[in-house]
């Protein structure tokens, strides 16, 4: 349950205290009618400063949740429970054409047409097993009615025309449409989307684990659409699913924030409800048979080109049905004890599986899933012989027997609760995001989602469970993982062919089809592809859809109060004073200025491993428990900045950044002191199992960031930032992570360590930053004081590697009346005044059958004049870029690229276009910020609230001459010097034309 936050982006629970949100809600009455819905529920949760209404509807039965919050970033989403009883994709299908255009709102696409037409902080839709779910949030109570109305049409009264699902579900269609003579093949969004997605290992592996394990009902199914079956599904079929499925009566409705309820359900109730009458919904989930024997399945995939030993890419897990999520303490209980079994190097999984070094890494899908009616806990190995596997499982059931026999440790039980603790207290900005697919789950099977809220009762719940029976978890253990036959071991192992026979199967599949089409059909099939080709090509009315206009945009910022001093004579600290609701946030930044050369490729494997390998007088596993007891987490990170006024100059350091509660600051700046002044860096071991643990990370995040890769590639030889950019994070990182995962010996690795740390871990080149509470400044100023001054300087003046350092200062001026420390945080460029822009073309060949596509272009940087028009022309940062995901397209997509740019040097957009590109812009660039993070554009990059307002003022005033010009002066061939990067399968043209790089 927990770990399902990440998905959203993290979850900050907490908000400052305030009143009208919470007070107007708390007085409803429960029998109360309202617009056609009564009130069912009214229930405070204090901890998440919350109150949350439940109603439903009287006439159709509809479930709705309201969640009043002191909070300016309001969400809504509706979700359908959708349980699709074969592999053809038709919840998925679905969930893109009815976006597709709708009764209200029939033009193509209304959609990605709103992105532009609103100040909206998130759109999307998701397809899970079992539910379909439209969320989005805005801050703008107009937004948030124009974005209502544009979701409830869609989602109740889509158009559903048979273009729209040959386009996003599946078509036969001519390899050139138009061209009769070129064979037929498979063509649609979601068919290349699924094809994309099981290029995923990890993604082909859970999709196997949820099938086997549940496989009696919709769980037995691909709910996204298995490739070879998604061309059976009809568009009679799709229709038919939408009316069974997308009705009132199988819905539930969420709202969050502070707008008020009444007007919601108004809006709600007339434009959809009031049109529907109740039905019987036929979607509900039966329990699974339980087995009375464990089962075993095998299933095979694609071979990893970055596995560190090609011999060993073989994963296994054990996985175990546990209980129905809709019992919320067990279900609590059990996420709890899961955390406990698998994370960090004190669980007893890590220790035993990780640490044995059969394998890399956890298996995917590791730990508690409660997604799915009854939850499951799954662990295993990824990265280890085929011959392992009963290692592994034997490892498991021993694992198991130990944690019955000895329990567990009661330091590690309160660092998980301490975890809550922080979890509940630091805010995010996209809370209601976070609360809508925390509670998706539970309240779709009925569930109670306000249980689900209850956080604090829970956890004194749980502390009186173990008060009152200290074996409480050791017989949960035993319960549900040794005596439980209902478990799945799942092994997966490459093969050679694998892609080769996916496509053979297509092949066949597609044989199939056209075989069996009459000479008419298939004349209607080029037909229809010229249609759609129209049809896409067509300008779009969209003057039936609501938008905002540029007027609504606040046209000043808030400017945020930041107080700098010097500590100890030299070093800079930036305090903000925020509603940080009892949690200080720490952030330092060391340059990597006199770092030899020699050294850098190995800054990102450091930062990785520097918070992980023990401190002073603690080990590795010491620190780990103390890092949980006492802060939200220690990350350090390698940190890259462009200059705002130059692309050659940039800022190159490390990010050291932690967050704790106030009363644990002492302890968090003592772990950071002895981190900085006595790192250990004996364990070789302990290093050995990071470094295969990172390599397979990296290989693993191939077919999910491959665009990234491409971008980074393609903008490396633009700006000397991007040649770091490519060594820290691009696919030399992963390259070099593979070559030093293979070494028998891995001693000359980590002997560069220490001396990484000499250069990095001192207070020569450091700047601080304190996030807290007004109340807590005072202290923690002491506390980073005293860091400062405990932390070494260096004896001798050490010169920076590359000659040529800026000194640049960011002033910070006195706002109002308040005359703050106005001192400067000076930071130490880079400038590079040899470096020359060279354009190069990149081809990684991957065994893929999909292509990750970047293109960029040098342009300027933030506070040149032209900036702004470039941003407003596609979001951009001194670099522009062009990308493609998982695109069945190599060289055509860069055709498509240059068919942009020639669309924008025409100048063929009209003033609403431009006004709706500044909507999309000021949407990105007014995004909440946390508490957390106020002041962080002034700390890490150097931009300040008036370079801030004086870009924004420069935004709002772009005109389309501007953006003929710069179309022209940076876009056009030949002008800017560009790159380019490919990732993916052969290809003959790419062969064949000697400008491209193969890799």
């Known amino acids: 349950m927990w770990s399902r936050y ?58 709705y949740l309201h969640v009043a919050r002191e909070d300016s970033n309001n969400l809504f989403s509706i979700q359908f429970r959708t349980t699709p009883m074969d592999s053809t994709g038709v919840p998925h299908i679905l969930e893109h054409t009815v976006l597709c255009g709708s009764q209200k709102y029939p033009c193509r696409d209304p959609f990605f047409k709103m992105l532009n037409r609103s100040l909206s902080t998130f759109m999307n839709a998701f397809t899970a097993s079992d539910y379909t779910l439209y969320p989005f949030s805005t801050q703008n109570p107009k937004d948030f009615q124009n974005l209502l109305s ?110 008020p309820l009444e007007q919601h359900l108004k809006q709600i109730h007339e434009e959809a409800l009031v049109k529907f009458e109740r039905i ?50 067990e279900t609590f209980t059990l996420s709890l004890l899961s955390s406990l079994l698998v994370d960090g190097p004190n669980s007893p999984f890590y220790k035993a599986l990780i640490e044995s070094g059969v394998g890399t890494d956890f298996s995917p899908d590791v730990g508690f899933n409660s997604s799915t009616r009854e939850a499951y806990f799954s662990v295993g190995l990824q990265g280890i012989a085929e011959t392992d596997i009963d290692t592994v499982k034997q490892i498991i059931a021993e694992t198991v027997d130990e944690v019955i026999a000895k329990g567990f440790e009661e330091d590690r039980i309160e660092a998980l609760l301490h975890k809550i603790e922080i979890q509940l207290k630091h805010q995010s900005t996209s ?15 009925d569930g109670d989602p306000v249980e689900l809220l209850k956080i604090a ?106 107080e700098t001093t010097l500590t100890a004579d030299e070093v800079p600290v930036q305090y903000c004073a925020q509603p940080t609701n009892g949690v200080v946030y720490f952030r330092a930044v060391s340059s990597l200025n006199t770092l030899p050369e020699e050294l850098k490729p190995y800054v990102p494997l450091f930062c990785n491993v520097i918070t992980k390998m023990g401190c002073g007088a603690l080990d590795y596993r010491e620190q780990a428990q103390k890092i949980e007891l006492k802060t939200g987490g220690m990350s350090v990170s390698p940190h890259i900045i462009p200059d705002d006024s130059h692309l050659d100059v940039y800022e190159q350091g490390v990010l050291f950044s932690s967050l704790c509660l106030d009363r644990n600051l002492p302890d968090m700046m003592n772990l950071w002191s002895e981190i900085f002044n006595n790192p250990r860096f004996e364990e070789e071991e302990h290093f050995r199992v990071l470094v295969k643990k990172t390599a397979q990370e990296l290989s693993n995040g191939i077919p999910d960031c491959g665009h990234l890769y491409a971008s980074i590639r393609a903008s490396k030889n633009l700006t000397p930032s991007g040649e770091l950019q490519e060594m820290f994070s691009g696919m030399d ?31 020569d080149n450091i700047r601080c930053s304190v996030n807290a509470a007004p109340q807590q400044i005072s202290e923690a100023s002491k506390e980073v004081e005293k860091f ?13 590697v590359r000659p040529h350092v800026i000194e640049k200062s960011s002033e910070v001026k006195p706002v109002g009346s308040k005359m703050l420390n106005c001192l400067q945080i000076t930071r130490k460029l880079i400038n590079d005044p040899t470096f020359k822009p060279c354009q190069m073309k990149t081809h990684f060949v991957l065994p893929f059958p999909v292509n990750y596509i970047g293109e960029c272009i040098r342009t300027v940087p933030y506070t ?48 609403q276009d431009i006004d709706e590109a500044k909507l999309a812009v000021f949407a990105a660039v007014d995004a909440p910020i946390a508490p957390s993070d106020k002041g962080m554009d002034h700390f890490l990059y150097g931009i300040s609230d008036e370079m801030k307002q004086s870009h924004r003022e420069q935004l709002f005033a772009v005109n389309s001459d501007n953006l003929v010009d710069v179309s022209n002066k940076y876009l056009a061939v030949g002008k800017s010097t560009r790159g380019l990067a490919v990732l993916g399968p052969e290809n003959a043209d790419i062969t064949k034309d000697p400008s491209w790089v193969k890799r």
Request: charged content about 25%.
């Open 457 to 562: 009762d829970k956890v004194s719940r749980f502390r009186q469970c173990l008060r009152e029976n200290p074996t409480f978890l050791q017989e949960k253990v035993k319960k549900y993982f040794k005596d439980n036959p209902h478990r799945l071991t799942l092994s997966m192992s490459p093969e050679e062919d694998y892609y080769d026979k996916q496509a053979k199967l297509e092949a066949e599949k597609l044989k199939k089809k056209v075989n069996a089409l009459s000479e008419e059909e298939k004349k209607q099939i080029f037909e229809k592809g010229l249609e759609l080709i129209d049809l896409q090509s067509k300008p779009q009315d969209t003057s039936c859809l609501p938008a905002l206009k540029v007027s609504d945009i606040e046209p000043k910022i808030p400017f945020t109060v930041l």
């Open 864 to 911: 040149a004049t032209d900036y702004a028009s470039l941003r407003i022309l596609a979001r951009h940062n001194g670099i522009f870029t062009f990308y493609s995901y998982r695109d069945p397209n190599s060289l055509a997509t860069l055709k498509t690229f240059e068919r942009a740019v020639e669309w924008a040097k025409s100048g063929e957009f009209t003033q």
């Open 280 to 329: 019987e919904s036929k979607t509900d989930i039966p329990k699974q048979k339980l087995w009375e024997k464990p089962r075993e399945h095998r299933v095979t995939c694609g071979l990893d080109s970055f596995a560190a030993d090609p011999s060993k890419q073989t994963t296994v897990s054990v996985s175990y049905l546990l209980t129905d999520i809709t019992d919320t303490f």
């Open 150 to 259: 544009v979701y409830l049409d869609a989602a109740f009264f889509p158009c559903l025309r048979q273009l729209d699902f040959w386009q996003e579900g599946w078509r036969l269609e001519h390899e050139n449409p138009t061209d009769p003579q070129t064979p037929l093949v498979f063509k649609g969004v979601v068919f290349n989307e699924m094809k994309g997605a099981f290029t995923d290992n990890e993604r082909i592996f859970a999709q196997h684990l949820q099938n086997k394990l549940l496989p009696d009902h919709t769980y037995g199914v691909v709910s996204g659409g298995d490739p070879l079956s998604i061309p059976d599904l009809t568009w009679e079929q799709l229709k038919q699913f939408h009316a069974t499925h997308y009705h009132p009566s199988n819905s539930r409705f969420f709202t969050y924030g502070n707008f």
């Open 788 to 800: 400062i001054k405990g932390i070494t300087r260096s004896k001798k003046e050490r010169k920076p």
């Open 733 to 763: 990182q992963v390259k070099l992570m593979k070559r030093i995962a293979e070494m028998p010996d891995i001693k000359p690795v980590l002997r560069k360590l220490p001396r990484i740390k000499k250069y990095l871990l001192n207070s």
């Open 431 to 445: 809370f209601g995001l976070a609360l809508t697919s925390y509670i998706a789950s539970c309240w779709n099977q």
């Open 6 to 63: 990440r998905a959203a982006g993290g979850l900050g629970w907490g908000e400052w205290k305030s009143v009208s949100a919470n007070e107007r809600a708390l007085q409803y009455r429960v029998g109360e009618q309202i617009h056609g819905f009564t009130v069912r529920q009214v229930t405070a949760v204090p901890e998440l400063f919350l109150t949350a209404v439940k109603l439903s509807h009287d006439s159709t039965g509809a479930k």
